[in-house]
């Protein structure tokens, strides 16, 4: 396994751009799961409160506390899912011989898919409130 899991990523630059190390993923909260009904795609959104070292200028001009990314998982092969519950289960990326392994587990929700391909997209700045955090 890569020792940077943006590795895995066929397009990071929306991170990339922004960090010199991106987060770890144990770092980010997935808030977000979206499956496309007229493709074979799914989106998961997180959230970090690690913020950026080279945020873009505009980012500058309104306080933030949070950035907020999706990875678009293209397709996908495989995909199964056990319930959903708070808090969101933890992300994990691994190598997979049809392209990347997305694995979310916790208590009472998992998710496991296989994606040809994962990039990142949407890449912004927010201020949350601190107990979001």
Do not use: Q
């Not at 751009?17 to 007229?38: G, I, Q």
């Not at 990326?93 to 949407?122: D, I, K, M, Q, W």
């Not at 890449?123 to 949350?128: A, I, K, S, Y």
Request: glycine letters at 6%; aromatic letters at 6%.
């Amino acid at each position: 396994m890569p020792a940077d899991w943006t590795e895995l990523l066929a397009d990071a630059s929306g991170l990339t751009d922004v960090y010199s190390t991106a987060p770890a993923l144990e770092r980010c909260k997935l808030h977000y799961l979206h499956f496309d009904e007229r493709g074979t795609s799914a989106t998961l959104g997180l959230s970090t409160g690690d913020l950026p070292d080279r945020p873009h200028p505009e980012w500058e001009a309104k306080p933030f506390n949070s950035l907020t990314f999706y990875l678009v998982c293209e397709e996908i092969t495989k995909v199964a899912l056990n319930g959903w519950e708070l808090p969101a289960p933890t992300l994990e990326l691994t190598p997979a011989a049809a392209g990347v392994s997305v694995v979310a587990e916790n208590e009472g929700s998992s998710l496991h898919l296989t994606a040809e391909s994962v990039r990142v997209e949407g890449v912004r700045t927010t201020l949350v409130s601190e107990t979001a955090i």
